[in-house]
């Protein structure tokens, strides 16, 4: 995880779980990473403050198919792979949600 100022500035990395006591007041944006997943969070520090803050990654089954089959599967345009595609992790994007393009062979 990371966490960032609002002003952009790194003020802790590490792993999770983990209790910091001594960040600054102020706003921040909380980086969560699983993988190639990335979740964000924002809060607001006040002194005195106890802030909890929880991230779910959660894994789902992937089912892609096209008729015909064989399209190429793109997802924030990077390739995955073709169709019919099963994958028991999915391909979200960073806010949860995707809407993958998918282009056809061309027919000889």
């Known amino acids: 995880f990371s966490i960032k100022s609002e002003d952009g500035q790194t003020s802790r990395e590490g792993v999770t779980p983990q209790t910091i006591a001594d960040i600054p007041t102020g706003r921040y944006t909380i980086i969560a990473r699983r993988g190639d997943w990335e979740m964000?969070?924002?809060v607001e520090v006040q002194r005195g403050d106890t802030i909890k803050k929880s991230f779910a990654f959660v894994s789902a089954i992937t089912n892609i198919?096209?008729?015909p089959s064989g399209a190429e599967i793109f997802v924030d345009g990077k390739p995955h792979g073709r169709t019919p595609l099963r994958?028991?992790?999915s391909i979200l994007t960073r806010n949860g949600k995707t809407r993958p393009t998918l282009f056809l062979p061309m027919a000889a």
């Open 40 to 42: 964000r969070g924002n």
């Open 65 to 67: 198919t096209s008729e």
């Open 87 to 89: 994958r028991k992790r």
